[in-house]
């Protein structure tokens, strides 16, 4: 059994920041990839970024030089910092973990940015 919880979603201003919190536990052997991808109403969802054990990253375009994905392999966590926040970042967000065996999903964490 693994569980994702998730912290660090909520309301912002345009222009603001929020630094999104995931950790994982339960029963893991290693943790390959962790990233966050995120969903709104109606729509397919989308990766934001996804970082390797070995701390190699990839970024959604949209989110290039404003979000920085990090991780610390000791505590199983994965961290999202958001910056310049925009009302098209307003989304729920969903951590995402994969090991040897599985990928496994948050529940997720409401952001939303007003204008």
């Known amino acids: 059994q693994v569980q994702l919880v998730e912290s660090g979603g909520g309301l912002v201003q345009v222009g603001g920041s929020l630094r999104l919190s995931c950790a994982a536990s339960g029963s893991i052997f290693s943790i390959n990839g962790m990233g966050w991808y995120r969903q709104n109403p109606g729509k397919q969802r989308e990766l934001v970024a996804v970082?390797?054990?070995?701390?190699?990253?990839v970024y959604a375009d949209s989110v290039k030089g404003r979000f920085t994905i990090s991780r610390d392999n000791a505590k199983n966590t994965v961290y999202l910092q958001t910056n310049s926040l925009k009302p098209e970042d307003t989304a729920v967000y969903y951590c995402?973990?994969?090991?040897?065996?599985?990928?496994?999903w948050g529940q997720g964490t409401q952001v939303t940015v007003s204008s």
């Open positions: 970082i390797t054990r070995g701390g190699s990253t």
């Open positions: 995402w973990i994969r090991t040897s065996a599985n990928a496994y």
